[in-house]
Antibody, heavy 116, light 112 residues
Framework: DVQLMVSGGALVRPGGSLRLSCAAS????????MNWVRHTPGKGLEWVAR????????YYLDSVKGRFTISRDNVGDSVYLQMNSLRVEDTAVYYC?????????WGQGTLVTVSS | DIVMTQSPDSLAVSLGERATISCKSS??????????LAWYQQRPGQPPKLLIH???TRESGVPDRFSGSGSGTDFTLTISSLQAEDAAVYYC??????????FGQGTKLEIK
């Protein structure tokens, strides 16, 4: 079975940093684009970042460009989201999801709270 | 960015009745005879679940009471005979061209 195990969410102060991890299993990881999608009560679902199979192509939502970095480890079958200079508006549940233009499998999500 | 607008924001439907959710995009999602539109279901405390992609292609394991239709800028998700487990929030999402791939605001479906 496809599984995406997400971890790393926490309470962090504005301006702080956090690294989210997503461990994949049950499929050939190197065959798929991977994504981070977040859900906030105010803005709903937002496609935050995407990385291609070998890590050479990355996409970022405009509001996180220059602050967030997506990366992947194709040996350990994991994808990461490094979040720096966090803002209150980055508060959300962050999901790891598999797919190129739609997400066919999602992890359970991890809560990131940015608050002073 | 392409703006996705769903209607209604919420609806209540009786068990066994039909539920219909609309999704409109600010530009056409049609390319090479395919409409780049997906539908997801999200139950409380759960991640979204993909129901339909390319506007009308149902995912494996999704009950056939769920169907997607439409083309261009106007799309519909129909649940033909509502079951209790269908109570959830439903989202449409476009994937036309390059990112950002945007979602509708969601439609909350309740059992009447």
């Amino acid at each position: 079975d496809v599984q995406l195990m997400v971890s790393g969410g926490a309470l962090v102060r504005p301006g702080g940093s956090l690294r989210l991890s997503c461990a994949a299993s049950g499929f050939t990881f190197t065959d798929y684009y991977m994504n981070w999608v977040r859900h906030t009560p105010g803005k709903g679902l937002e496609w935050v970042a995407r990385i291609n199979e070998d890590g050479s192509e990355k996409y970022y939502l405009d509001s996180v460009k220059g602050r967030f970095t997506i990366s992947r480890d194709n040996v350990g079958d994991s994808v990461y989201l490094q979040m720096n200079s966090l803002r209150v508006e980055d508060t959300a549940v962050y999901y790891c999801a598999r797919g190129y233009d739609y997400a066919d499998y999602w992890g359970q999500g991890t809560l990131v709270t940015v608050s002073s | 960015d392409i703006v996705m607008t769903q209607s209604p924001d919420s609806l209540a439907v009786s068990l066994g009745e039909r539920a219909t959710i609309s999704c409109k995009s600010s530009q056409s999602l049609l390319y090479n005879n395919k409409n780049y539109l997906a539908w997801y279901q999200q139950r409380p405390g759960q991640p979204p679940k993909l129901l339909i992609h390319l506007a009308s292609t149902r995912e494996s394991g999704v009950p056939d009471r769920f169907s997607g239709s439409g083309s261009g800028t106007d799309f519909t998700l129909t649940i033909s005979s509502l079951q209790a487990e269908d109570a959830a929030v439903y989202y449409c999402q476009q994937s036309w061209g390059a990112p950002p791939y945007t979602f509708g605001q969601g439609t909350k479906l309740e059992i009447k």
